[in-house]
């Protein structure tokens, strides 16, 4: 069993549409959680943390249920440039190393 | 953007040649990485290190080495390339000190034929 995992998608979303996925993750010693953006053929980069109370960054809203052990990330008011592939990612207490998921596809249509 | 370049951008080169790539930072970052990236396992780490000349295996660095003689730059060498390591290569540098986030570079797509 990977130790981060997501549907691989692709969601397909119509413009201005709400979308939400999730990410499950195995090891319960996991401390830090974020998702990261990665667009077609470039690198990754930070979308946002997540905390344990919930955050939300203007049409992004991140949540995070330590019981069951997943993160979600919903996006509002959908925009073409939302088109991208969404990278959980977590790490553990100890170290200072990620790891991430397979990532996620969102395809935002008009 | 974190100042961060990997060379080469692309490569084509044969199985069984040695391969080196380059990643270099002007961040002065303490953690440099080396991930791949392939369809259907996402981004997995190779090597990282945690200051000059200190390194440490990630979960795939079998046919992988690095070496860190400066700061900035960070090396990962294919001894012998093989067919199964035509990926993307992402470097990535941290201060995890500071910041749990990574910056990564724009990638090295390697193919062994």
């Known amino acids: 069993r990977k130790e981060v995992e997501q549907d691989p998608g692709p969601f397909n979303v119509p413009e201005g549409a709400t979308v939400a996925f999730n990410c499950t993750y195995s090891?319960?010693?996991?401390?830090?959680f974020f998702w990261y953006r990665q667009d077609c053929r470039k690198e990754p980069k930070l979308l946002m943390s997540?905390?344990?109370s919930g955050n939300e960054d203007g049409r992004f809203t991140a949540q995070l249920n330590r019981a069951s052990q997943y993160i979600s990330l919903l996006i509002r008011d959908s925009k073409l440039s939302d088109s991208a592939t969404y990278l959980c990612?977590?790490?553990?207490?100890?170290?200072?190393?990620?790891?991430f998921g397979g990532g996620t596809r969102v395809l935002v249509k008009p | 953007d974190a100042g961060i370049t990997q060379s080469p951008r692309h490569k084509v080169t044969e199985t069984g040649t040695p391969v080196t790539l380059r990643c270099h930072q002007t961040?002065?970052?303490?953690?440099m990485y080396w991930y791949r990236q392939d369809p259907g396992h996402g981004l997995r780490l190779i090597h990282y290190?945690?200051?000059?000349?200190?390194?440490d295996k990630g979960e795939v660095s079998d046919g992988y080495s690095v070496s860190r003689s400066k700061t900035e730059d960070f090396l990962l060498t294919l001894e012998s390339a093989t067919s199964s390591q035509t990926s993307v290569y992402f470097c990535?540098?941290?201060?995890?000190?500071?910041?749990?986030?990574?910056?990564f570079g724009p990638g090295t797509r390697l193919t062994v034929l």
């Open positions: 997540v905390y344990s």
């Open positions: 961040e002065n970052h303490r953690y």
């Open positions: 990535a540098i941290s201060d995890m000190e500071a910041s749990n986030e990574q910056f």
């Open positions: 990612v977590v790490k553990r207490a100890a170290g200072n190393k990620l790891t």
């Open positions: 090891n319960s010693a996991s401390q830090s």
């Open positions: 290190s945690y200051g000059v000349k200190d390194t």
